[in-house]
């Protein structure tokens, strides 16, 4: 199995900071992008920021300039810097890797168990 272990969420003010963690383990073999999804209460999960694993970057147009998304490939850990932080950037952040593990050659999806963020104003 694979586990997608995720740290750093919280309550934050408006204009503050947070650094997500996202660590793989168990019996994974390859990841190729890594990314970080989020769900806001009545809304659907979208796309928050990706890195490949060549490090491209891709961003969602309301966080681009404000969260920096990184990965640590020797701890298979993906990383997520959220500044100027926002009330419309609460919702629960989910970590996505995109890989494989032994065992299984195809390239699947595995997702965190989420961490929730709060922004008050």
């Known amino acids: 199995q694979v586990q997608l272990v995720e740290s750093g969420g919280g309550l934050v003010q408006a204009g503050g900071s947070l650094r997500l963690s996202c660590a793989a383990s168990?019996?994974?073999?390859?990841?190729?992008?890594m990314g970080w999804y989020r769900q806001a209460p009545g809304k659907q999960r979208e796309l928050v920021a990706a890195?490949?694993?060549?490090?491209?970057?891709n961003y969602a147009d309301s966080v681009k300039g404000r969260f920096t998304i990184s990965r640590d490939n020797a701890k298979n850990t993906v990383y997520l810097q959220m500044n100027s932080l926002k009330p419309e950037d609460t919702a629960v952040y989910y970590c996505?890797?995109?890989?494989?593990?032994?065992?299984?050659?195809?390239?699947?999806?595995?997702w965190g168990q989420g961490t929730q963020v709060t922004v008050s104003s």
């Open positions: 890195i490949t694993s060549g490090s491209s970057t």
């Open positions: 996505n890797v995109k890989g494989t593990r032994y065992g299984d050659p195809v390239l699947r999806n595995y």
């Open positions: 168990g019996s994974i073999r390859s990841i190729n992008a």
